[in-house]
C-alpha cells in the first residue's frame, strides 16, 4: 500500500497532468479526429499546440473566393462524378467540395473563424471556405494575388502531412504549381479550376493566364514528389495537355484512380497511352473521362480493353458516351 506521504505526491502528480504529458505520437493521433475547424483553433493556443496541429492535418478540402455567391457556383459548377457500384471510389469516400462552408476574415487561415453556417450543405469536417472581406474594393490582378499567397502559404504550412487535398484554384499560378508539387505525403489529388472573374476578364488578360497556367502545368507535373505514390488523381478543368498528364503518369505505377473533366487540351491519344503505353495501367480500376471532346471510337475501345483491371459500366446509351464516359471496377 502506498503511505500517506506518497499518495499525496499520486494524487498531486495526477491532478498536474496536463495533455502535453501524454507522448506526441498518441497526441497526434488524438488530434488527426478533429475537424479542420476545431483543429485550428487548437492551433492558436499555443507554439506547442500549433506544432502538434500543423503535424495533424491529413484531409484538407480548401476554397478561396470573393463572394459567398462565387462560392456557391463554384460548387454548382463541379462536375459530378459517377458512383461506381461494384468498387469505392477514394473521391466517393473523401470529403468532398460539396460541404459545409466555414468562413474566415482571412488575415491567414489560422486566424479567427467565423461560424456561418450554410444550411444548404451538409456538414463536411475538413472542408475550409475562405470568403475575402471587402472584395468587391479589389481589382482582380489584386485578389488574384491574394488568392495565390495564400493558398502557397497553406500547402506550404502543412505540405510534410497532407495526404488527401481537394482544392479550388482561380488558376493555376508558378508558385502553387511549386507548393502542390513538395507535398510528399501527398497519395488523392484533386483540383478543380474555377474562376470567379472568367467572364469579366479582358481578352489580352485571358490569354495570358491561360499561357501562364500552362507553363505552371509544366512546372508541377516535372517537379511534383508526389507522382511516384499518388494512387487517386482528379482533374476539372485546367490547360494541362495530354503529353504533361502522360508525363505525370509516367513517373506511377501505383495509381487506382483516374477522373479527368472538362480539360480540353486532353486528346483521344490519352486512350493509347492508357490501355497500351502506361506501365501503371495494371493498377488502375476506376477511371472516368468526362466533357473533353474526345470521340469514343473503336480504337479507343480497343485501347480500353487493355486495362485489365477495370471493368467498364455505362449506364447510359451508347450515344452518351461520347460526353461522359465513366469506367470503373
Given at each position: 500500500?502506498?503511505?500517506?506521504?506518497?499518495?499525496?505526491?499520486?494524487?498531486?502528480?495526477?491532478?498536474?497532468?496536463?495533455?502535453?504529458?501524454?507522448?506526441?505520437?498518441?497526441?497526434?493521433?488524438?488530434?488527426?479526429?478533429?475537424?479542420?475547424?476545431?483543429?485550428?483553433?487548437?492551433?492558436?493556443?499555443?507554439?506547442?499546440?500549433?506544432?502538434?496541429?500543423?503535424?495533424?492535418?491529413?484531409?484538407?478540402?480548401?476554397?478561396?473566393?470573393?463572394?459567398?455567391?462565387?462560392?456557391?457556383?463554384?460548387?454548382?459548377?463541379?462536375?459530378?462524378?459517377?458512383?461506381?457500384?461494384?468498387?469505392?471510389?477514394?473521391?466517393?469516400?473523401?470529403?468532398?467540395?460539396?460541404?459545409?462552408?466555414?468562413?474566415?476574415?482571412?488575415?491567414?487561415?489560422?486566424?479567427?473563424?467565423?461560424?456561418?453556417?450554410?444550411?444548404?450543405?451538409?456538414?463536411?469536417?475538413?472542408?475550409?471556405?475562405?470568403?475575402?472581406?471587402?472584395?468587391?474594393?479589389?481589382?482582380?490582378?489584386?485578389?488574384?494575388?491574394?488568392?495565390?499567397?495564400?493558398?502557397?502559404?497553406?500547402?506550404?504550412?502543412?505540405?510534410?502531412?497532407?495526404?488527401?487535398?481537394?482544392?479550388?484554384?482561380?488558376?493555376?499560378?508558378?508558385?502553387?504549381?511549386?507548393?502542390?508539387?513538395?507535398?510528399?505525403?501527398?497519395?488523392?489529388?484533386?483540383?478543380?479550376?474555377?474562376?470567379?472573374?472568367?467572364?469579366?476578364?479582358?481578352?489580352?488578360?485571358?490569354?495570358?493566364?491561360?499561357?501562364?497556367?500552362?507553363?505552371?502545368?509544366?512546372?508541377?507535373?516535372?517537379?511534383?514528389?508526389?507522382?511516384?505514390?499518388?494512387?487517386?488523381?482528379r482533374l476539372d478543368g485546367g490547360e494541362i495537355s495530354t503529353g504533361q498528364l502522360e508525363k505525370?503518369?509516367?513517373?506511377?505505377?501505383?495509381?487506382?484512380?483516374?477522373?479527368?473533366?472538362?480539360?480540353?487540351?486532353?486528346?483521344?491519344?490519352?486512350?493509347?497511352?492508357?490501355?497500351?503505353?502506361?506501365?501503371?495501367?495494371?493498377?488502375?480500376?476506376?477511371?472516368?473521362i468526362m466533357k473533353c471532346g474526345m470521340p469514343l471510337d473503336e480504337e479507343a475501345l480497343d485501347?480500353?480493353?487493355?486495362?485489365?483491371?477495370?471493368?467498364?459500366?455505362?449506364?447510359?446509351?451508347?450515344?452518351?458516351?461520347?460526353?461522359?464516359?465513366?469506367?470503373?471496377?
Amino acid at each position: 500500500m502506498l503511505s500517506r506521504r506518497n499518495a499525496q505526491i499520486f494524487s498531486s502528480k495526477m491532478h498536474s497532468s496536463t495533455l502535453f504529458d501524454l507522448p506526441p505520437e498518441l497526441l497526434v493521433q488524438i488530434l488527426s479526429y478533429l475537424p479542420v475547424k476545431s483543429l485550428l483553433q487548437f492551433s492558436q493556443t499555443s507554439h506547442t499546440c500549433h506544432a502538434l496541429a500543423t503535424s495533424s492535418l491529413h484531409t484538407l478540402s480548401l476554397g478561396i473566393y470573393p463572394t459567398r455567391l462565387a462560392s456557391v457556383i463554384s460548387r454548382l459548377g463541379t462536375t459530378t462524378l459517377p458512383i461506381p457500384k461494384t468498387t469505392t471510389s477514394i473521391f466517393a469516400s473523401q470529403p468532398t467540395s460539396i460541404g459545409n462552408s466555414l468562413s474566415s476574415s482571412v488575415a491567414s487561415l489560422d486566424s479567427q473563424l467565423d461560424n456561418p453556417h450554410d444550411t444548404n450543405l451538409s456538414s463536411d469536417p475538413y472542408h475550409v471556405s475562405v470568403l475575402i472581406p471587402d472584395s468587391q474594393s479589389f481589382d482582380h490582378k489584386t485578389l488574384l494575388a491574394f488568392h495565390t499567397a495564400l493558398t502557397t502559404s497553406v500547402l506550404s504550412r502543412h505540405s510534410r502531412t497532407l495526404r488527401h487535398l481537394d482544392i479550388s484554384l482561380w488558376t493555376l499560378t508558378g508558385s502553387v504549381a511549386h507548393a502542390l508539387s513538395t507535398l510528399p505525403a501527398l497519395r488523392a489529388l484533386s483540383i478543380r479550376m474555377e474562376d470567379p472573374y472568367s467572364r469579366s476578364t479582358s481578352r489580352p488578360r485571358r490569354v495570358a493566364q491561360i499561357v501562364a497556367e500552362r507553363a505552371a502545368w509544366e512546372l508541377l507535373v516535372n517537379e511534383a514528389l508526389w507522382a511516384p505514390r499518388l494512387q487517386a488523381l482528379r482533374l476539372d478543368g485546367g490547360e494541362i495537355s495530354t503529353g504533361q498528364l502522360e508525363k505525370l503518369l509516367n513517373k506511377n505505377h501505383l495509381c487506382e484512380e483516374i477522373w479527368i473533366a472538362k480539360c480540353s487540351m486532353i486528346t483521344k491519344e490519352i486512350w493509347t497511352f492508357l490501355g497500351t503505353e502506361w506501365e501503371g495501367r495494371t493498377s488502375l480500376r476506376v477511371l472516368g473521362i468526362m466533357k473533353c471532346g474526345m470521340p469514343l471510337d473503336e480504337e479507343a475501345l480497343d485501347c480500353i480493353d487493355g486495362l485489365e483491371g477495370l471493368e467498364v459500366y455505362h449506364p447510359f446509351p451508347l450515344p452518351l458516351l461520347f460526353l461522359a464516359l465513366p469506367v470503373w471496377r
